[in-house]
């Protein structure tokens, strides 16, 4: 039975930082801004939708949960190795009074480094039931980032 080769995550360390403390502070603060009149969200603080980066076979797949948000409000690019997945999720009801409201609304954004060498015919993406795939082809084997030597001027303890 042959082995099975260890990948290695090619996206150790090079998810946006921004995206994830924007994450980790709207679920700390979800009971405070969840009130139907909060303000609408800009680029400076746009929410992050929950992603799952995979592979399957020799592709790279970047999934993104954007339940509600039309496909015309979602924008996907690439520039620079980095790939930015950006929108707005819009309040389409005006004519009803909200008594709790936990879904983010407005601007959202996540931007998500993609291995060296990724062309912008490698990727594409499909929006499909508030689901968007990206996928980037031949990019599952890409090495991570590698690791720099620190060195110190002090003498060693």
């Not at 409201?101 to 039931?129: C, H, K, Q, W």
Request: proline residues 5%; contains cysteine; charged residues 30%.
């Amino acid at each position: 039975m042959p082995t099975k080769k260890k990948r290695t995550n090619p996206f150790r360390g090079v998810l946006d930082m921004m995206s994830e403390m924007n994450r980790i502070s709207d679920t700390m603060s979800n009971l405070e801004t969840s009130s139907a009149t909060a303000t609408p969200r800009g680029f400076s603080d746009a929410w992050s939708p929950p992603t799952d980066i995979f592979a399957r076979g020799e592709d790279l797949y970047i999934r993104c949960e954007l339940a509600g948000v039309y496909s015309e409000d979602v924008e996907v690019s690439f520039s620079h190795g980095l790939l930015t997945i950006a929108g707005e999720r819009k309040r389409d009801d005006t004519d009803v009074i909200y008594y709790a409201s936990e879904r983010y609304l407005g601007n959202f954004r996540r931007e998500i480094t993609l291995p060296e060498g990724t062309a912008d015919e490698d990727i594409s993406a499909d929006f499909d039931d508030g689901l968007l795939t990206v996928r980037v082809a031949g990019a599952a084997n890409a090495e991570g980032p590698s690791r720099i030597q620190v060195n110190s001027k002090k003498k060693p303890r």
